[in-house]
Structures are given as structure tokens and as C-alpha cells.
């Protein structure tokens, strides 16, 4: 979807700004993802604590993204598409932000987790970012490039996360039957495995904000993430338990 240039030119520049921090906050969570999956898999408790350092620069970036957003609409009073891209960028960012809550608590799992015995499940998890992760880097696209196709094979996509978290669910709880000494560091692998599957969650709901600012409709909700907790609970602040 191609818009003609607005009359005012620095207009153009402060909407173009909203998706240069979309790319920025989508290519920050994406590397989070990444690095808390890849410190997960190898036991490097060095690169978890710097994926729960990184998280602040997540965040520093949803605070401009509002600050420019609600600037926009004071100043511009924008309509049509303009104000649909502006509300899409604000709730958008909020996704992006979760996100990276949810991977600095993947950060903050591992450094537990490696202070326990590894179990053979731990390997399922992994998987389950990688795809994860390809979820981000294709949603963040659709939005960028106004590709309401695209977000929506995103949106079904997530069906197959869900089914691999089913599975390692159904996996861990076997292992823990099976001996108790696995019961903490199953714990800690369902805690993360919940996180990844959450951030696919979060793919879902912007693929439907990219296919509402393309076609201006609402897509069927099938997921509705709000204010749960990256681990189940709801104080909005994604706080780990």
C-alpha cells in the first residue's frame, strides 16, 4: 500500500520516524529472542544476563515511540490511514516492548536453570524459539512493508507454536513423573517454553493491527493478549514470578 506524499513535508518525516522505531523495536526483540534461546541451548549464563541487561533498551525505545505517536496526533490531528499507522504504532510498540520482557525472563530462567542439572527435554525448547523467532522477523516485515498477506500467514502460523508447546509440555511433565529429580529444572523449561510461546502470542496480535492499517477491518481474534504476565499472572508490568 503506496500513500501519496503529504503537502508538508516534515509530516512525512515524523510518520516515517514511527516505522524506523518499529524496525528498530522489532530488530531488538528479535536479537533478544535469539540470544536467550542460544544462551538456553548452550548454558551461557554470560549471554542470559546480558539479554535481561538489554531489555532497557527495549523499553527506552516504547517510550519515544509514544512520546513521537502522541505528539503526532496533537500536532497533525491525523485521519484515514494516517491515524489508523499511528494507533497501529502505539499498540504495535506495546507488543514489541512484551516481547522483550519476555525474553529478558527467558535471560533470568536460564541463569537458574544452569545452576541445576540439564534434562534431555531441555532441547525441544530451543526449536521452539527458532520458530519463534522466524515469527517476529516476519510479522515486523509485514508491518514495514504494508503486507497484510503476510502478517496474516504470520497469524496462522502460530497455530504450529501452540502445538509444539503442547507437545513439550506433555514431554516435561513425563520426565518429572519419571523422576523427581527433574521436577526443578522442568519447572524452569516450562517457564521459558511458556514465554516463547506468549511472544508468538504477541506475533498474532500485530499481525492483526497490520492487517486492520492495510484494510482498515478487524480480523477474527483468536488470541486476545492484554495484561497477563509472562508467566501467567496479571499486574501489567510483565514483572517474573
Given at each position: 500500500m503506496t500513500e501519496a506524499p503529504h503537502i508538508v513535508r516534515s509530516y512525512d518525516e515524523e510518520l516515517g520516524r514511527l516505522d524506523t522505531l518499529v524496525a528498530?523495536?522489532?530488530?531488538?526483540?528479535?536479537?533478544?529472542?535469539?540470544?536467550?534461546?542460544?544462551?538456553?541451548?548452550?548454558?551461557?549464563?554470560?549471554?542470559?544476563?546480558?539479554?535481561?541487561?538489554?531489555?532497557?533498551?527495549?523499553?527506552?525505545?516504547?517510550?519515544?515511540?509514544?512520546?513521537?505517536?502522541?505528539?503526532?496526533l496533537a500536532l497533525r490531528q491525523p485521519a484515514g490511514v494516517d491515524l489508523r499507522t499511528v494507533v497501529s504504532c502505539l499498540t504495535l510498540s506495546g507488543d514489541l516492548e512484551r516481547m522483550g520482557d519476555y525474553a529478558a525472563n527467558i535471560g533470568k530462567r536460564v541463569l537458574a536453570l544452569n545452576q541445576v542439572d540439564q534434562v534431555a527435554?531441555?532441547?525441544?525448547?530451543?526449536?521452539?524459539?527458532?520458530?519463534?523467532?522466524?515469527?517476529?522477523h516476519e510479522v515486523v516485515e509485514a508491518f514495514l512493508s504494508r503486507d497484510a498477506a503476510r502478517a496474516r500467514a504470520v497469524w496462522r502460523r502460530d497455530t504450529a507454536v501452540d502445538d509444539v508447546y503442547a507437545s513439550f509440555f506433555r514431554e516435561a511433565v513425563t520426565y518429572m513423573m519419571?523422576?523427581?529429580?527433574?521436577?526443578?529444572?522442568?519447572?524452569?523449561?516450562?517457564?521459558?517454553?511458556?514465554?516463547?510461546?506468549?511472544?508468538?502470542?504477541?506475533?498474532?496480535?500485530?499481525?492483526?493491527?497490520?492487517?486492520?492499517?492495510?484494510?482498515?477491518?478487524?480480523?477474527?481474534?483468536?488470541?486476545?493478549?492484554?495484561?497477563?504476565?509472562?508467566?501467567?499472572?496479571r499486574d501489567g508490568h510483565g514483572n517474573d514470578g
Open positions: 528498530r523495536m522489532g530488530g531488538l526483540a528479535e536479537a533478544q529472542l535469539e540470544c536467550a534461546v542460544r544462551a538456553l541451548a548452550r548454558r551461557d549464563s554470560d549471554l542470559a544476563g546480558r539479554v535481561v541487561a538489554n531489555d532497557s533498551r527495549i523499553d527506552s525505545l516504547d517510550r519515544e515511540m509514544h512520546a513521537t505517536a502522541v505528539r503526532l527435554t531441555a532441547h525441544s525448547v530451543p526449536r521452539m524459539g527458532t520458530l519463534v523467532q522466524e515469527l517476529v519419571e523422576d523427581p529429580h527433574n521436577i526443578t529444572a522442568c519447572t524452569h523449561l516450562m517457564f521459558i517454553a511458556k514465554n516463547v510461546e506468549r511472544i508468538g502470542d504477541h506475533c498474532t496480535n500485530i499481525a492483526e493491527r497490520v492487517h486492520f492499517l492495510v484494510a482498515g477491518e478487524v480480523m477474527p481474534v483468536r488470541h486476545r493478549v492484554d495484561q497477563e504476565t509472562p508467566e501467567g499472572g
